[in-house]
C-alpha cells in the first residue's frame, strides 16, 4: 500500500492524529499565518505586475525618433 492510496478515511484519521497532537488553537493560529503568507504573496504579486506595466507604459510614451522630434520643433 502507497501513500498514493491512502483515501478519505485515512485523511480523516491523519486530521484527527494532528488534531490531537496540535490542539484547536495552535492549528488555527497555523492557519492563521498560513493566511497572512498567501496575501502577502497575492500582494507581491500584484505589485511586480502593475510594476512591469508601469515600465512598458512609461516606455511606451514616446516612440517618435530624436530625429524627427527635433525637425517638427524647427517647423
Given amino acids: ?7 478519505l478515511p485515512g485523511l480523516l484519521l491523519i486530521a484527527v492524529v494532528v488534531l490531537v497532537l496540535f490542539g484547536r488553537g495552535k492549528i488555527s493560529s497555523l492557519m492563521g499565518e498560513v493566511g497572512k503568507g498567501i496575501t502577502a504573496f497575492k500582494k507581491g504579486v500584484s505589485d ?3 510594476e512591469l506595466e508601469d515600465q512598458k507604459a512609461e516606455e511606451a510614451k514616446d516612440v517618435t525618433p530624436e530625429e524627427e522630434a527635433k525637425d517638427k520643433d524647427k517647423v
Fill in 48 to 50: 511586480g505586475q502593475q
Fill in 1 to 7: 500500500m502507497g501513500i498514493g492510496n491512502i483515501g
